[in-house]
Protein backbone atom coordinates (compact mmCIF):
# COMPACT_ATOMS: atom_id res chain seq x y z
CA UNK A 1 0.00 0.00 0.00
CA UNK A 2 3.19 2.41 1.18
CA UNK A 3 4.48 1.38 -2.42
CA UNK A 4 1.50 2.60 -4.49
CA UNK A 5 1.11 5.78 -2.71
CA UNK A 6 4.50 6.76 -2.67
CA UNK A 7 4.44 6.13 -6.61
CA UNK A 8 1.04 8.24 -6.70
CA UNK A 9 3.04 10.92 -5.60
CA UNK A 10 6.14 10.39 -7.73
CA UNK A 11 3.95 10.77 -10.52
CA UNK A 12 2.34 13.46 -9.24
CA UNK A 13 4.91 15.18 -8.84
CA UNK A 14 6.06 14.75 -12.37
CA UNK A 15 2.90 15.95 -14.06
CA UNK A 16 3.72 19.55 -11.79
CA UNK A 17 6.37 21.11 -14.41
CA UNK A 18 4.45 19.65 -18.03
CA UNK A 19 1.20 21.33 -16.35
CA UNK A 20 3.54 24.39 -15.79
CA UNK A 21 4.83 24.08 -19.17
CA UNK A 22 1.51 23.95 -20.84
CA UNK A 23 0.32 27.11 -19.14
CA UNK A 24 3.44 29.14 -20.34
CA UNK A 25 3.43 28.26 -23.91
CA UNK A 26 2.54 31.00 -26.50
CA UNK A 27 1.39 30.74 -29.74
CA UNK A 28 3.84 31.69 -32.31
CA UNK A 29 3.65 34.72 -34.38
CA UNK A 30 3.68 34.49 -37.77
CA UNK A 31 6.60 35.50 -39.86
CA UNK A 32 5.94 38.41 -42.24
CA UNK A 33 7.05 37.06 -45.67
CA UNK A 34 5.54 40.18 -47.89
CA UNK A 35 5.92 43.43 -47.38
CA UNK A 36 5.15 45.89 -44.71
CA UNK A 37 3.31 49.15 -45.01
CA UNK A 38 3.59 51.64 -42.54
CA UNK A 39 0.53 54.63 -42.65
CA UNK A 40 -0.82 57.44 -40.46
CA UNK A 41 -3.95 57.68 -40.31
CA UNK A 42 -6.79 60.38 -38.22
CA UNK A 43 -9.98 60.53 -37.63
CA UNK A 44 -12.40 63.79 -36.85
CA UNK A 45 -15.62 64.58 -35.25
CA UNK A 46 -17.59 67.92 -34.54
CA UNK A 47 -19.21 68.92 -31.31
CA UNK A 48 -20.75 71.68 -29.33
CA UNK A 49 -19.27 72.77 -26.37
CA UNK A 50 -21.09 72.28 -23.41
CA UNK A 51 -18.55 73.58 -20.55
CA UNK A 52 -17.23 77.08 -20.23
CA UNK A 53 -14.21 77.76 -17.73
CA UNK A 54 -13.60 81.60 -16.46
CA UNK A 55 -10.67 82.66 -14.89
CA UNK A 56 -12.50 85.89 -12.67
CA UNK A 57 -10.56 87.58 -9.59
CA UNK A 58 -9.86 90.44 -7.60
CA UNK A 59 -6.91 92.67 -7.44
CA UNK A 60 -6.92 95.32 -4.73
CA UNK A 61 -4.13 98.23 -3.91
CA UNK A 62 -3.95 99.79 -0.37
CA UNK A 63 -1.32 101.60 1.03
CA UNK A 64 -0.40 98.68 3.71
CA UNK A 65 -0.17 94.58 3.13
CA UNK A 66 -3.36 94.41 5.80
CA UNK A 67 -5.57 96.55 4.12
CA UNK A 68 -4.94 95.05 0.62
CA UNK A 69 -5.77 91.87 1.70
CA UNK A 70 -8.90 92.92 3.92
CA UNK A 71 -10.56 94.56 0.81
CA UNK A 72 -9.49 91.53 -1.54
CA UNK A 73 -11.10 89.09 1.09
CA UNK A 74 -14.25 91.43 1.33
CA UNK A 75 -14.74 91.77 -2.56
CA UNK A 76 -14.08 87.78 -3.35
CA UNK A 77 -16.45 87.12 -0.97
CA UNK A 78 -19.17 89.00 -2.87
CA UNK A 79 -17.73 87.40 -5.62
CA UNK A 80 -18.31 84.16 -4.44
CA UNK A 81 -22.05 84.98 -3.45
CA UNK A 82 -23.12 85.81 -6.73
CA UNK A 83 -21.16 82.55 -8.00
CA UNK A 84 -23.47 80.63 -5.67
CA UNK A 85 -26.82 82.67 -6.56
CA UNK A 86 -26.32 82.14 -10.11
CA UNK A 87 -26.50 78.55 -9.43
CA UNK A 88 -22.37 77.91 -9.58
CA UNK A 89 -21.83 74.72 -7.61
CA UNK A 90 -19.23 74.77 -4.88
CA UNK A 91 -17.14 71.49 -6.86
CA UNK A 92 -16.88 74.15 -9.87
CA UNK A 93 -15.45 76.63 -8.01
CA UNK A 94 -11.60 75.97 -7.63
CA UNK A 95 -8.82 78.70 -6.31
CA UNK A 96 -6.06 79.12 -9.12
CA UNK A 97 -3.76 81.70 -7.01
CA UNK A 98 -3.55 84.45 -4.33
CA UNK A 99 -0.72 87.03 -4.36
CA UNK A 100 0.37 89.94 -2.44
CA UNK A 101 3.47 91.67 -3.87
CA UNK A 102 4.65 95.63 -2.89
CA UNK A 103 4.33 98.59 -5.26
CA UNK A 104 7.58 100.82 -5.72
CA UNK A 105 8.17 103.55 -7.73
CA UNK A 106 11.66 104.29 -9.38
CA UNK A 107 12.41 107.69 -9.93
CA UNK A 108 15.84 108.08 -11.57
CA UNK A 109 19.06 108.41 -9.25
CA UNK A 110 17.18 107.64 -6.25
CA UNK A 111 16.08 104.48 -4.30
CA UNK A 112 12.89 102.88 -5.20
CA UNK A 113 9.45 104.01 -2.69
CA UNK A 114 7.15 101.93 -1.47
CA UNK A 115 3.62 102.98 -2.49
CA UNK A 116 1.48 100.54 -1.38
CA UNK A 117 0.50 96.70 -2.08
CA UNK A 118 -1.19 94.69 -4.53
CA UNK A 119 -3.53 91.77 -3.34
CA UNK A 120 -4.96 89.48 -6.10
CA UNK A 121 -7.47 86.46 -5.71
CA UNK A 122 -8.20 84.45 -8.74
CA UNK A 123 -10.52 81.55 -9.11
CA UNK A 124 -11.82 79.28 -11.64
CA UNK A 125 -14.99 78.47 -13.19
CA UNK A 126 -17.09 75.64 -14.52
CA UNK A 127 -20.40 75.68 -15.07
CA UNK A 128 -22.44 74.28 -18.08
CA UNK A 129 -25.11 76.18 -19.10
CA UNK A 130 -23.80 78.39 -21.44
CA UNK A 131 -26.74 80.00 -22.19
CA UNK A 132 -26.10 81.71 -18.79
CA UNK A 133 -22.58 82.56 -19.58
CA UNK A 134 -23.12 86.60 -20.34
CA UNK A 135 -25.34 86.79 -17.41
CA UNK A 136 -22.77 85.77 -15.18
CA UNK A 137 -20.03 87.52 -15.84
CA UNK A 138 -21.95 90.74 -15.89
CA UNK A 139 -22.80 89.36 -11.96
CA UNK A 140 -18.94 89.25 -11.69
CA UNK A 141 -18.06 92.33 -12.67
CA UNK A 142 -20.76 93.90 -11.01
CA UNK A 143 -19.62 92.73 -8.10
CA UNK A 144 -16.28 93.77 -8.03
CA UNK A 145 -14.18 90.94 -10.38
CA UNK A 146 -11.74 93.24 -12.07
CA UNK A 147 -9.79 90.56 -14.01
CA UNK A 148 -11.60 88.35 -16.01
CA UNK A 149 -9.82 85.39 -18.48
CA UNK A 150 -12.19 83.55 -20.51
CA UNK A 151 -14.24 81.76 -21.47
CA UNK A 152 -12.54 78.71 -22.44
CA UNK A 153 -15.23 76.48 -24.00
CA UNK A 154 -14.58 72.74 -24.15
CA UNK A 155 -16.40 69.37 -24.10
CA UNK A 156 -16.85 68.36 -20.71
CA UNK A 157 -16.86 64.39 -21.50
CA UNK A 158 -15.21 63.64 -24.70
CA UNK A 159 -14.48 60.24 -24.42
CA UNK A 160 -17.51 58.90 -26.16
CA UNK A 161 -16.92 61.43 -28.86
CA UNK A 162 -13.09 60.49 -28.84
CA UNK A 163 -14.21 56.70 -29.57
CA UNK A 164 -16.18 57.66 -32.72
CA UNK A 165 -13.15 59.74 -33.97
CA UNK A 166 -11.10 56.20 -33.48
CA UNK A 167 -13.06 54.68 -35.36
CA UNK A 168 -12.98 56.52 -38.19
CA UNK A 169 -9.14 56.91 -38.32
CA UNK A 170 -8.87 52.87 -38.00
CA UNK A 171 -11.17 52.88 -41.27
CA UNK A 172 -9.70 55.53 -42.71
CA UNK A 173 -6.04 53.96 -42.50
CA UNK A 174 -7.17 50.44 -44.03
CA UNK A 175 -8.83 52.16 -46.85
CA UNK A 176 -5.12 54.10 -46.97
CA UNK A 177 -3.54 50.56 -47.13
CA UNK A 178 -5.82 49.17 -50.04
CA UNK A 179 -5.53 52.49 -51.73
CA UNK A 180 -1.50 51.84 -51.42
CA UNK A 181 -1.85 48.15 -51.97
CA UNK A 182 -4.20 48.19 -55.20
CA UNK A 183 -1.47 51.10 -56.47
CA UNK A 184 1.25 48.46 -55.80
CA UNK A 185 -0.91 45.38 -57.72
CA UNK A 186 -0.88 43.74 -54.18
CA UNK A 187 -3.82 43.07 -51.30
CA UNK A 188 -3.66 43.60 -47.53
CA UNK A 189 -3.40 40.56 -46.08
CA UNK A 190 -3.00 41.54 -42.39
CA UNK A 191 -2.84 44.50 -39.62
CA UNK A 192 0.41 44.36 -37.68
CA UNK A 193 0.25 46.82 -35.60
CA UNK A 194 -1.81 50.28 -34.67
CA UNK A 195 -0.52 52.57 -31.76
CA UNK A 196 -2.65 56.12 -31.08
CA UNK A 197 -0.66 59.00 -31.28
CA UNK A 198 -3.30 61.53 -29.51
CA UNK A 199 -6.61 63.20 -28.48
CA UNK A 200 -7.95 66.57 -29.18
CA UNK A 201 -6.31 69.42 -27.36
CA UNK A 202 -8.70 72.15 -25.93
CA UNK A 203 -8.45 75.86 -28.07
CA UNK A 204 -6.74 78.79 -25.69
CA UNK A 205 -9.37 81.01 -23.97
CA UNK A 206 -10.09 84.22 -25.08
CA UNK A 207 -7.44 86.97 -23.97
CA UNK A 208 -7.63 88.66 -20.61
CA UNK A 209 -10.62 91.17 -20.65
CA UNK A 210 -10.21 94.12 -17.34
CA UNK A 211 -13.77 95.33 -16.11
CA UNK A 212 -14.02 98.03 -13.96
CA UNK A 213 -17.86 98.56 -14.01
CA UNK A 214 -20.56 96.68 -15.28
CA UNK A 215 -22.05 97.80 -19.01
CA UNK A 216 -25.60 97.92 -19.63
CA UNK A 217 -25.38 95.42 -22.22
CA UNK A 218 -25.29 91.46 -21.44
CA UNK A 219 -22.05 89.87 -22.55
CA UNK A 220 -22.99 87.02 -25.50
CA UNK A 221 -21.16 84.22 -25.90
CA UNK A 222 -21.36 81.79 -28.95
CA UNK A 223 -20.56 78.00 -28.36
CA UNK A 224 -19.79 77.47 -31.99
CA UNK A 225 -18.75 73.90 -32.73
CA UNK A 226 -15.47 72.36 -31.56
CA UNK A 227 -13.21 69.39 -33.67
CA UNK A 228 -11.90 66.67 -31.88
CA UNK A 229 -9.31 64.06 -33.62
CA UNK A 230 -7.45 61.29 -33.05
CA UNK A 231 -4.45 60.18 -34.75
CA UNK A 232 -3.01 56.45 -35.01
CA UNK A 233 -0.02 54.77 -36.37
CA UNK A 234 -0.97 51.24 -38.22
CA UNK A 235 1.08 48.77 -40.13
CA UNK A 236 -0.03 46.37 -42.16
CA UNK A 237 1.61 43.37 -44.09
CA UNK A 238 1.18 43.32 -48.47
CA UNK A 239 1.41 40.48 -50.90
Known sequence: MSKTILTALALGAAAVPAIAAAQVQTVPVAMMSGTRLDVSASGEVTRIPDLAIISAGVQTLQP????????????MERVRAALKRAGIEDRDI??????????????QNRPPRLTGYRATNTVNIKFRDLKRTGAILDALVAEGANQINGPSLTIDKPESALDEARTKAIANGRARADLYARALGMRVVRLISVSEGGGYSVPPPMPMVMMAERSDASSKID???????????MSFELR
Open 64 to 75: TASAAIEENAAR
Open 94 to 107: QTASINLNPEYVYD
Open 223 to 233: PGTQQLQVSLS
